[in-house]
Every structure is written in C-alpha cells, then in structure tokens.
C-alpha cells in the first residue's frame, strides 16, 4: 500500500511554517490593532509575540512527540481519547476551512477594493484548481510552489518596511496610549491570528525528513520570525502614516505602498499581496488534507479518503474533497473578512487551549515517550496560556455586544460534529453498533417493511434455492425481519441459527419465534460477533446476512470462519448497503465490486456480486458458495480469548 514520503527538508519547512502562518493577518491585523489601541498596540504585539513563541515551543515537544501527518488531531488522540480527537479533528476542519474563506476574501479586498467581486471569485477558484492538482501530483511540487509563495510574501513585506524605516517618524507615536490600557488586551484578542496557524504545518510533518527534531526547530524558528516582522511592520507602519490614518486604512500595505512609491506602487503591490495571500491558501490546500487522511486512517472520517496514491505518494482523494469544500466556501461564504474573524478567532482559541492542556495530560500520561525537543515548564507554562486566551474571550465578550452571538455561533459549528462522529461510529465500530442497535431495537422492529422491504427479502430466498430440511446461519438475524422467511422455507424438519450483536435484538427475534412456533429457530446472543462466528454454531448448508458485513473488525477472521462452518458447496447470501441515501460510500472493502470477489476468495468462496437500487441505498447482493477449505490461521482477540 502507497505510504506519504518524508522529502521535506528543514529550510523547506521552515518557509512553509511562515507561509502558513502569514495568512491575512499580517496584511490587515496591523491596521486593525491601530484602530483599536493606537501606537499601544506595539506593545499587544510584543504581548502576544512572547505567547506565540512559547505556543510554538509547545507544538514543537507534540511534534517531536508524534511527527505524523495528522497534527494536532494527532496529539489529541494520545491524550483524549478517539472522541476528543474527532471533535479536534472537527474543529481543525472548520478553522481551517474558514481560514480559506477568509484568506480569499482578504485577496478580493486588495485586488479589487471596490465593485463586483463574481470576476475575482472565478480567478479564486481556477486558483483553488490549480493548487489542488499540484498538490495531487506530488509533495516536492508542492513544496516548491510554496516555497515560491514563501518568498513572495516575505519579499512583499520587507519592500515596505526597508522604505518605512527611513520614513518612520517617533512623533507619530505620541500620545502612544490614546485609547487606554484596557485597549491594549483587546487589540491582541483580534491580531492574534496573525501568529495562528501552527496546526497547518504540522499536518505535514509525516514528510518532513527526520520530522521528531525537523519540526520543533521549524515551529520555533518560524515564530521568531514572523515576531520580529510583524513589530517592525507595526512600528514602520503606524511611525510613516500616523496611527489614526492608519487604523482607518481597508488595505494598509496599499496605503503604505501610495506613501513609498506612488499610484503605481499601489497597483503592483496589490498584485503582490494577492498572490502572498493566494499563497497561504495554497498552504491549506497542501496541508488541510493530510488532517482528513489521518481521520480517515484511524475510521473517524469516510475511510476511502485514508488512500495515498499509488504513483504521487500523495492524498489524493482527501485533496479532491478540500478542493471541494474550499470552493463551497468561496461562491457561497456570507460576511465580510471581519465576519469571518469574529467566528474564527474564539475557534482557534479553543483549539489551542485544547493543543496547550495535552502537553500538561502527556507529561503526565506518557513521561517517558521520547521527547526530541521539550518546552520549558511544561507542566505550567501551557496553564498559564490557557488563563490568558481565556482571558482575552472574556475581554471579548466585555467589549463586544455582539461577541456572544458570534461566539455560540462558532460553537454550533462544533457541535455539528458530534452527531456526525457517532453516525461515523455506527459506520465503523462494532461497539458503537451494539449500543446503537440496543437503543434503536424497537423502532428497528416497527420499520423493518421499510428499513429491509419485501422485494430484499423476496430475492434472498429466490437466490439461495431450495433449502428445504437444511441447517442454516443468519449472521446478524437484528430482530428476525429475515429469520422469519428463512425458517418457514427450511421447514420444521429444518433447523436456523440466528446471531446477533445486539441483546435487545436477540429478545425481541426470540419473542417473534415463540409467538410463531418456531421451534426450529435458535436464536443467539454473540457479544463477539464483529470478529468471529459463534463457537456453538454446527456445520450448515447456507450463511445468510443482511448488512452484517460492513462493520466486522476482521473481515477476513469471520470469511474464514464461515469456510469452516460450511461444507463444500454450501451457499452464501449476504445482501450489504453503498451510497447511504444514494450519496455516502460503504466501507472500503464494498465499494467495488473486484474487491469484494477478491476477499470471498482468498476465504474459499466464489462469488457472484449484483448491485440494486434501493429507497435509500444500493443494494449489494452477495451469493455464491464454498469452493475449497482454506486452512489459513484466524487471528483472535487475546483479550477476549
């Protein structure tokens, strides 16, 4: 299977690191500041440039911990758990989307300050387009185009604070605390995200070479130095123009650029600034998708988009789905830049908080995992960054009336992903099966007309045949929708073993057959049944099952299981679900149609497979029979056994 490669050096990553870290922030955060605290603001920038570097060294301890390509969901789900680092995971996806949104927003304004904005969206996504198939096509492509972009956004910064420091006058800043000190903590609230952005980088750590000490270096590195740009940018900033114009300023390094080299600075510096930020959304083309691969790995996303190609050594179809989403957001985002900042600063925040509390939980949990790089006071220095984001949404919240609508709306986003991550669960996990077949047993039996119609039914027993006075397995009977055909067609000379995960399930079939006289029928409770067949179960002359395949734990364990349940000859039928809702694809193995052939093999069978359109599904018809006996050994859970 195609793995990602680790062809990142350290200087590649490095100017990937402040690329992604960049964004819009520094092009517009500077002016914002001004507006809000004046020339004070230097010192929110000082604030928050010591903060940011020590976030940077807490990144890089995880990073040193966990180089692979998941970032910050990895990490948390060392430390929380597979719940907590969906939910991580979630949130990443939302910021990092909404980062998209805003960074091609924040290139409209510059390139296009006033006017239709359709002509703008279109270059966007062509843009989008391209950035995804070079990231398709391969890392090293990838990586040289955004180290082009790199260069291009450092380049575009340095040409106006060179100027600015000889246009730079101290008297611009008098009176240098205008608006109070209390101005100073807001203004940090809203040009944080200038340094927000660590995450992306990490994404791609699974490629760095030697990325346990590459990455921390990186991080650290990377963080210094957008620190020192920034305070100069701010200084040179706000001592050419004056703090007043300057805060008033839509596009500050315009207004700078008017100031230094006339109308036609103006224009080439649009140009400039419009690519440094299109760059940055190349980052999270580039790295948003290994997030949703290392979701994907682990069965807390589709689990199609773990693939790596085999070719490019690249996510290829994580990178198509955030092409999409990407899109999405471009053509129907709603909400200025500012908007957007609102919703996404109190996300990051969140996040990070989260980032910062799994360095305390590891140094706890897990002291002795290797640690390439540590960062200093561990153990208190993260709670005492958590106090202060805390803080300064509290401060937000104070100063904004609208802070709270913003805030529980960037929250509902959150909570979108916690009925998806058991949706997902119910997808993938046997455990979370069980439960949810318990809960839902009685509304399973009310539904079953509908849930497994007639027709479904009515083609099962058309393709197993005559199965009169013959012994039978209905793997994953849930509450006997099927059983009940099944045991009036072997007849009472006949006999039906029926099995189940789900306890509530095996109650309610049971009451069924007594109500029917089914003596015939055994019905049995096997907590175990994602993995095997119950030992209690005799050889049979046919294996049934409805949906009972997309959620084993070992596919391959209870195939071979059945091989030596079954006589040579005996059937098979198992009907299985694709494209839930005529949208979602099953699990990996079910999507096509070879594959499916291929593990029936390998366990002795041969198959035949059909593919039905049903009211909410398709439906995948499985049937064939046992054509030799495969004495490979079947791997068993040594917890259980």
């Given at each position: 299977m195609a793995e990602l490669k680790r062809v990142l050096s350290y200087k590649v990553i490095l100017l990937i690191t402040i690329n992604s870290m960049m964004g819009t922030g520094i092009f517009f955060l500077p002016a914002l500041g001004a507006k809000i605290a004046g020339p004070a603001s230097l010192i929110s920038w000082l604030i928050f440039s010591i903060i940011a570097i020590y976030i940077a060294m807490c990144f890089g301890e995880l990073t040193s911990m966990f180089p692979k390509s998941g970032g910050v969901y990895e990490f948390s789900k060392h430390?929380?758990?597979?719940?907590?680092?969906?939910?991580?995971?979630w949130l990443n996806l939302i910021t990092g989307n909404i980062t998209i949104a805003m960074l091609i927003l924040g290139a409209i304004r510059y390139l296009l300050p006033v006017g239709s904005s359709i002509p703008v969206i279109i270059v966007s996504i062509v843009l989008l387009l391209a950035f995804s198939v070079i990231a398709y096509t391969g890392m090293k492509t990838s990586a040289t185009m955004l180290v082009t972009f790199s260069f291009i956004t450092l380049g575009t910064l340095f040409a106006v604070i060179v100027p600015g420091l000889f246009h730079a006058s101290l008297s611009n800043l008098d009176p240098f605390i205008p608006l109070g000190s209390f101005s100073i903590f807001l203004a940090i609230f809203f040009i944080a995200e200038t340094f927000f952005g660590w995450e992306s980088p990490t994404f791609l750590a699974g490629e760095v070479k030697d990325g346990a000490k590459?990455?921390?270096k990186a991080l650290v590195t990377g963080t210094v130095i957008i620190a020192g740009i920034s305070l100069l940018f701010v200084f040179i900033s706000i001592g050419s123009m004056g703090w007043s114009e300057f805060g008033a300023s839509a596009a500050p390094i315009s207004a700078l650029a008017n100031l230094f080299y006339g109308g036609l600075g103006v224009k080439i510096f649009a140009l400039l600034v419009y690519m440094a930020i299109i760059g940055s959304v190349a980052d999270w083309i580039v790295s948003s998708p290994r997030l949703i691969h290392a979701m994907a790995k682990d069965k807390l996303f589709l689990y199609q988009f773990k693939d790596v190609h085999p070719k490019f050594n690249t996510p290829h179809k994580a990178i198509i789905l955030q092409f999409f989403l990407s899109s999405t957001l471009v053509i129907v985002g709603a909400g200025s830049y500012y908007q957007l900042l609102h919703i996404l600063v109190p996300l990051l925040l969140i996040l990070y908080c989260i980032v910062l509390f799994s360095v305390i939980i590891l140094r706890y949990t897990q002291p002795n995992t290797k640690r390439h790089y540590k960062a200093p006071w561990g153990k208190v220095g993260p709670a005492i960054v958590i106090t202060f984001f805390l803080s300064l949404l509290m401060f937000y919240i104070r100063s904004d009336p609208n802070s709270i609508k913003s805030i529980l709306f960037a929250l509902s986003l959150v909570a979108l992903g916690i009925p998806l991550f058991f949706l997902i669960e119910i997808y993938y996990d046997a455990k979370m099966v069980r439960k949810i077949d318990n809960l839902i047993a009685y509304l399973t039996l009310y539904t079953e007309r509908l849930m497994v119609p007639r027709s479904v039914r009515k083609e099962i027993i058309r393709l197993v045949g005559?199965?009169?006075?013959?012994?039978?397995?209905?793997?994953?009977?849930?509450?006997?929708?099927?059983?009940?055909?099944?045991?009036?067609?072997?007849?009472?000379?006949?006999?039906?073993?029926?099995?189940?995960?789900?306890?509530?399930?095996?109650?309610?079939?049971?009451?069924?057959?007594?109500?029917?006289?089914?003596?015939?029928?055994?019905?049995?409770?096997?907590?175990?049944?994602s993995w095997r067949i119950h030992p209690g179960i005799p050889t049979v002359d046919l294996i049934v099952g409805i949906a009972a395949l997309g959620y084993v734990d070992k596919i391959r364990n209870v195939l071979l299981h059945m091989n030596r349940r079954l006589a040579i000859d005996g059937k098979i039928c198992f009907v299985e679900y694709d494209k839930f809702f005529h949208i979602i694809p099953t699990v990996d193995w079910l999507v096509k149609d070879a594959r499916i052939k291929h593990f029936f093999r390998e366990a002795g069978f041969v198959v035949t497979v059909e593919r039905k359109k049903g009211i909410f599904w398709e439906n995948i018809f499985i049937y064939g029979k046992k054509f030799k006996e495969v004495k490979a050994d079947i791997q068993f859970d040594p917890v259980l056994d």
């Amino acid at each position: 299977m195609a793995e990602l490669k680790r062809v990142l050096s350290y200087k590649v990553i490095l100017l990937i690191t402040i690329n992604s870290m960049m964004g819009t922030g520094i092009f517009f955060l500077p002016a914002l500041g001004a507006k809000i605290a004046g020339p004070a603001s230097l010192i929110s920038w000082l604030i928050f440039s010591i903060i940011a570097i020590y976030i940077a060294m807490c990144f890089g301890e995880l990073t040193s911990m966990f180089p692979k390509s998941g970032g910050v969901y990895e990490f948390s789900k060392h430390a929380y758990g597979r719940f907590g680092s969906f939910l991580v995971g979630w949130l990443n996806l939302i910021t990092g989307n909404i980062t998209i949104a805003m960074l091609i927003l924040g290139a409209i304004r510059y390139l296009l300050p006033v006017g239709s904005s359709i002509p703008v969206i279109i270059v966007s996504i062509v843009l989008l387009l391209a950035f995804s198939v070079i990231a398709y096509t391969g890392m090293k492509t990838s990586a040289t185009m955004l180290v082009t972009f790199s260069f291009i956004t450092l380049g575009t910064l340095f040409a106006v604070i060179v100027p600015g420091l000889f246009h730079a006058s101290l008297s611009n800043l008098d009176p240098f605390i205008p608006l109070g000190s209390f101005s100073i903590f807001l203004a940090i609230f809203f040009i944080a995200e200038t340094f927000f952005g660590w995450e992306s980088p990490t994404f791609l750590a699974g490629e760095v070479k030697d990325g346990a000490k590459v990455m921390p270096k990186a991080l650290v590195t990377g963080t210094v130095i957008i620190a020192g740009i920034s305070l100069l940018f701010v200084f040179i900033s706000i001592g050419s123009m004056g703090w007043s114009e300057f805060g008033a300023s839509a596009a500050p390094i315009s207004a700078l650029a008017n100031l230094f080299y006339g109308g036609l600075g103006v224009k080439i510096f649009a140009l400039l600034v419009y690519m440094a930020i299109i760059g940055s959304v190349a980052d999270w083309i580039v790295s948003s998708p290994r997030l949703i691969h290392a979701m994907a790995k682990d069965k807390l996303f589709l689990y199609q988009f773990k693939d790596v190609h085999p070719k490019f050594n690249t996510p290829h179809k994580a990178i198509i789905l955030q092409f999409f989403l990407s899109s999405t957001l471009v053509i129907v985002g709603a909400g200025s830049y500012y908007q957007l900042l609102h919703i996404l600063v109190p996300l990051l925040l969140i996040l990070y908080c989260i980032v910062l509390f799994s360095v305390i939980i590891l140094r706890y949990t897990q002291p002795n995992t290797k640690r390439h790089y540590k960062a200093p006071w561990g153990k208190v220095g993260p709670a005492i960054v958590i106090t202060f984001f805390l803080s300064l949404l509290m401060f937000y919240i104070r100063s904004d009336p609208n802070s709270i609508k913003s805030i529980l709306f960037a929250l509902s986003l959150v909570a979108l992903g916690i009925p998806l991550f058991f949706l997902i669960e119910i997808y993938y996990d046997a455990k979370m099966v069980r439960k949810i077949d318990n809960l839902i047993a009685y509304l399973t039996l009310y539904t079953e007309r509908l849930m497994v119609p007639r027709s479904v039914r009515k083609e099962i027993i058309r393709l197993v045949g005559e199965i009169k006075g013959q012994t039978l397995l209905e793997f994953g009977c849930s509450v006997g929708t099927l059983t009940m055909h099944l045991a009036e067609e072997v007849g009472k000379d006949g006999k039906v073993y029926a099995t189940d995960i789900s306890e509530v399930n095996i109650k309610l079939a049971r009451k069924r057959f007594q109500q029917r006289n089914h003596d015939h029928v055994i019905a049995i409770h096997d907590k175990h049944h994602s993995w095997r067949i119950h030992p209690g179960i005799p050889t049979v002359d046919l294996i049934v099952g409805i949906a009972a395949l997309g959620y084993v734990d070992k596919i391959r364990n209870v195939l071979l299981h059945m091989n030596r349940r079954l006589a040579i000859d005996g059937k098979i039928c198992f009907v299985e679900y694709d494209k839930f809702f005529h949208i979602i694809p099953t699990v990996d193995w079910l999507v096509k149609d070879a594959r499916i052939k291929h593990f029936f093999r390998e366990a002795g069978f041969v198959v035949t497979v059909e593919r039905k359109k049903g009211i909410f599904w398709e439906n995948i018809f499985i049937y064939g029979k046992k054509f030799k006996e495969v004495k490979a050994d079947i791997q068993f859970d040594p917890v259980l056994d």
